[in-house]
Structures are given as structure tokens and as C-alpha cells.
Nanobody, 126 residues
């Protein structure tokens, strides 16, 4: 079991940057593949980025490639999403998610992640 809490959201102008952080409880954080998803009003939750075990595998959605970077610090039980060159279409609630214990592969579907944080709002103004 792992509990997740996001932080770092806010209001930023287009072209700006934000860094989201997700703090996980429990001693098994290093054994969970982690991901970020986002959901804009009226739209389905969509995959943003994921990072596998031991920080050796990452995957970004095409819409954020070259702008967003996912990273993890197992010593601090945190996963971060660094977002640069933000666009108004990046506006959404951003969620941190974890796969079940020991699964190394990243996944693009939200159904593959049983653990979720409450989300943090990111608003990009034009």
C-alpha cells in the first residue's frame, strides 16, 4: 500500500515553468513504477509521463515531449514532474499515480495504476 500527495501546482503564464512533486508514504516506494496523469474539465484523464524502477526507463506523452521531464528520488520517496514552456492547453488537474508493487514496466493506461493522489491544479494563462 502506498499513499500519494501532490504539490507544486499553481497559476503560470504561457511559456513559464512549474515543478510538481509527489510525496509517497511507506517503505516500498522504490519498488513502484510511477506516473503523472492529467485531467482537464470535460475531458478524460490522460497519461503525461512515467518512470520505471531504478530510474532507468521513462516515457512521455507526445504532447509533452521536449517540455516535461519526470524524475524520482527514492531516498526521499518523491517523484517530480518538471514542466517547461507551458501552454494554455496544459491546464488541468495533475495526478501522481503508482503501479502495484514490483511491476517494472511503465504503462500508459490509468487502469494499470491502483494508487492515486488527490491531484494538484495547474492553470496556464495565455
Amino acid at each position: 500500500q502506498v499513499q500519494l500527495v501532490e504539490s507544486g501546482g499553481g497559476l503560470v503564464q504561457a511559456g513559464g515553468s512549474l515543478r510538481l512533486s509527489c510525496l509517497a508514504s511507506g517503505r516500498s516506494f522504490s519498488s513502484h513504477t510511477m506516473a503523472w496523469f492529467r485531467q482537464a474539465p470535460g475531458l478524460e484523464r490522460e497519461f503525461v509521463a512515467a518512470i520505471g524502477l531504478y530510474d532507468d526507463r521513462t516515457y512521455n506523452a507526445d504532447s509533452v515531449k521536449g517540455r516535461f521531464t519526470i524524475s524520482r528520488d527514492d531516498a526521499k520517496n518523491t517523484v517530480a514532474l518538471t514542466m517547461n514552456s507551458l501552454k494554455p492547453e496544459d491546464t488541468a488537474v495533475y495526478y501522481c499515480a503508482a503501479r502495484a508493487f514490483g511491476i517494472a514496466e511503465v504503462a500508459l493506461s490509468s487502469s494499470e495504476y491502483p494508487y492515486w493522489g488527490p491531484g494538484t491544479q495547474v492553470t496556464v494563462s495565455s
